[in-house]
């Protein structure tokens, strides 16, 4: 099922809910733009016109929000489906944001990081007129970064003429950047399930986890629940899984990667591994995989979309998913989750932490403050915790799943907004 079809599908479920009438459907299934541009920029000396765009979805509740990706696979398809899930993603979080995405159709890893910097200017002078601090406010996404937002920035200004540094969030700190914006997503994330786990009344030590992908996301929220107690039992990234029932220190093998390395080379070279090594720790390798159904209480998938299928969902051990990653249930597994008891809380909310300290930089660029990181955390804890709260009374009140609760309370949300 492509994106977009997915999105689709998940509003039918929320229009049989709300009674949504199809005039109401009909505006969540449409952008109100979608904006192609070809960028000419040359790459190892060759001229390229690189397919580039920016999809625009419900302005209701404020400014369009959302990243720019560089990447090979980038297609409008693509790039429609997360617009529209950022319009969803903001308003579960009850922040005044639209849905906003944009891509660019290239390699950045086959060219020079000079380059890709021109690709950077040539999206952000092709754009220009498209966005703004009013109006549509790009940050970070897949093979962008801060850097890259800095540059974009620097474009936009020389383009408009003017000032404006809440046009782009995700910026580095002396470009107007907000402290934690580097860790929120984890953090976002962990004050989710440190509400969900409270109001179970079950204790962080007996709590057994296991996270999926070792990038920025999965590595910070890992050692996030260490240092609070919970028992670390499985870590993947994307060479390999490393296992214990004892527990991991994420902390340990965040400095394995630190040195480029894979977190499976900590007991492993190629497939030839240090056997004395791995029964002094009581370790297990295995393949990335092997984590999405080993024995833990909760799972974590923090990488790629759709790891979690029929087959995983059948055998998966978790009690609870904390979805870090954005899509990585198909939707198709979601059903059998729900048969199993496993409750999933989605991605529009488990990681929405990122785009709601985007938010807090955005509000900072525009009036000259500074937050620190201690009150950034303290108002995203806020944030989240009542994100959570809505989302659960929703879903017991329409004895629903926390997905299809937090995707029909957004579009309740904006629907209002349009009124």
Same mark, same amino acid.
Not at 215 to 230: F, K, P, Q, S, V
Not at 251 to 279: A, P, R, T
Not at 287 to 299: E, G, K, S, W, Y
């Given at each position: ?19 949504? &009438? @199809? ?67 903001? !308003? ?11 891509? /660019? ?27 703004? @601090?009013?109006?549509?406010?790009? =940050? ?21 003429? &003017?000032? !404006?540094?809440?046009? #782009? ?13 580097? &860790?929120?997503? =984890?953090?976002?994330? /962990? ?6 786990? =409270? ?7 007996? $709590? ?32 390999? !899984? ?5 527990? $991991?220190? @994420? ?20 497939? /030839? ?9 009581? *370790? ?22 759709? *790891? ?19 899509? @990585?249930?198909? =939707? ?11 409750? *999933? ?34 108002? $995203?804890?806020? /944030? ?17 799943? #926390?997905?299809?609760?937090? #995707?029909? $309370? ?10």
């Amino acid at each position: 099922m492509h994106a977009f079809d997915q999105y689709k599908a998940r509003l039918k479920e929320a229009g049989d809910i709300l009674s949504l &009438t @199809p005039e109401e459907i009909r505006y969540f299934e449409t952008p109100d733009q979608t904006l192609e541009k070809k960028l000419s920029v040359t790459l190892g000396g060759v001229p390229h016109e690189l397919p580039a765009y920016r999809v625009q979805f419900s302005n209701a509740r404020g400014p369009y929000k959302g990243g720019i990706r560089f990447h090979p696979a980038a297609d409008l398809d693509e790039v429609k489906a997360l617009a529209a899930m950022m319009a969803i993603k903001c !308003a579960v979080v009850d922040i005044p944001m639209g849905g906003g995405k944009g891509g /660019v159709t290239f390699d950045p890893k086959a060219v020079s990081k000079d380059e890709v910097l021109e690709v950077a200017r040539a999206w952000s002078r092709a754009f220009a007129n498209d966005i703004g @601090p009013e109006k549509d406010i790009p =940050a970070p996404d897949v093979y962008t970064n801060a850097e890259i937002m800095a540059v974009m920035l620097d474009e936009y200004e020389k383009v408009t003429g &003017t000032k !404006a540094p809440a046009t #782009f969030t995700g910026k580095p700190m002396d470009k107007g950047g907000i402290e934690g914006r580097d &860790t929120a997503t =984890a953090m976002g994330g /962990v004050f989710v399930l440190e509400a969900y786990v =409270a109001e179970r009344g079950w204790n962080p030590k007996d $709590l057994r986890v296991a996270v999926h992908g070792f990038g920025n996301a999965g590595a910070t929220a890992a050692m996030l629940l260490h240092d609070r107690g919970y028992k670390i039992v499985g870590l993947a990234d994307s060479k390999g !899984a490393v296992m214990s029932a004892k527990g $991991l220190d @994420p902390n340990v093998f965040q400095e394995v990667k630190n040195q480029n390395k894979s977190i499976k080379e900590m007991y492993c070279h190629g497939s /030839v591994c240090d056997e004395g090594l791995l029964e002094k720790d009581s *370790v297990v390798v295995g393949d990335p995989d092997a984590v999405l159904t080993m024995d833990a209480d909760i799972l974590i998938p923090a990488a790629l979309d759709g *790891v979690i299928t029929q087959e995983v969902a059948r055998e998966m051990r978790a009690k609870v998913v904390l979805e870090l990653a954005n899509g @990585p249930t198909l =939707a198709e597994a979601d059903d059998d989750l729900a048969e199993r008891g496993i409750d *999933v809380i989605p991605d529009v909310l488990a990681n929405a932490g990122g785009v709601t300290v985007s938010y807090f930089e955005w509000e900072q660029n525009h009036s000259g403050t500074h937050n620190d990181r201690a009150s950034v955390n303290a108002r $995203l804890k806020e /944030v989240m915790a009542k994100a959570w709260k809505d989302v659960e009374v929703f879903a017991k009140e329409h004895r629903i799943t #926390f997905r299809k609760a937090a #995707f029909t $309370l957004a579009v309740d949300r904006i629907r209002k907004a349009r009124k």
